[in-house]
């Protein structure tokens, strides 16, 4: 019984490592995106100045943060044109994403506060609290990588299938199918850019999940097991 907080405490931590692996690489990668630019010659393909793409790169990463109220007013020059940056389906889409986001920060600060919650609880029921959360985390985090080996070389294998199954999953329309043809937001970030954000992510959970499981066993070297 004195493990349940433990485990409890885990899967919130766990929930944070998930929800920080993903927004890290949307919100705080300003140069991959212009080295994405760049690299891939992408104003020169929609026909407008980098430094201006730049700008409607933030304006769209600040509403899908809550930053900015809506997108279909942003204006830029395309293609010596001054016009919406955004169809209405590109809008449409981006609300959809936008409240994929506000759920992941939801479920990020909200487990963050259980985890308080229960480190309080913890201290208050006499429980050891590091050596508990460390003991579980080992066990909870490494069950998770090895979930997430998985889910990574089901990806690697297909990534076109896997990319449409995530839309289908999280997506109940059809305004995720852009025509390159017409709509912008697919010529600025093609599948290429997903590829390389997904990496990203999992790099990020493999690492920070490898810190949580090194220093729980780092630290239960050092103290008595916990007893069930």
């Known amino acids: 019984m004195k493990l349940i907080p433990g485990y409890l405490a885990s899967v919130c931590l766990l929930l944070i490592i998930v929800a920080q692996s993903i927004i890290i690489p949307t919100f705080h990668v300003m140069p991959y995106f212009s080295w994405h630019y760049e690299q891939r010659e992408i ?17 769209l990463l600040d509403y899908m943060r809550g930053r900015r109220d809506e997108i279909y007013t942003i204006y830029a020059t395309v293609r010596g044109q001054e016009r919406y940056f955004f169809s209405d389906i590109e809008v449409r889409h981006m609300i959809d994403v936008r409240e994929l986001y506000d759920i992941a920060f939801m479920i990020r600060n909200a487990s963050f506060w259980m985890l308080l919650f229960l480190i309080l609880a913890m201290a208050f029921l006499k429980i050891p609290i590091l050596a508990t959360i460390a003991r579980c985390s080992r066990e909870v985090i490494a069950a998770f990588v090895i979930l997430l080996v998985i889910l990574v070389g089901a990806i690697a294998i ?3 299938r896997a990319f449409v199954m995530f839309h289908l999953l999280f997506f109940n329309n059809d305004y995720w199918i852009l025509d390159p043809r ?27 999940s490898g810190l949580i499981v090194g220093l729980s066993t780092l630290y239960l070297k050092n103290v008595m097991p916990v007893r069930r």
């Open 43 to 59: 104003p020169q393909s929609i026909g407008i100045e980098k430094e201006e793409l730049m700008h409607v790169t933030q304006e």
């Open 182 to 208: 017409v709509d912008l937001l697919i010529n600025m970030v093609p599948q290429v850019f997903f590829v390389e954000i997904s990496i990203m992510i999992g790099a990020l959970l493999l690492a920070f």
């Open 158 to 160: 297909d990534f076109d």
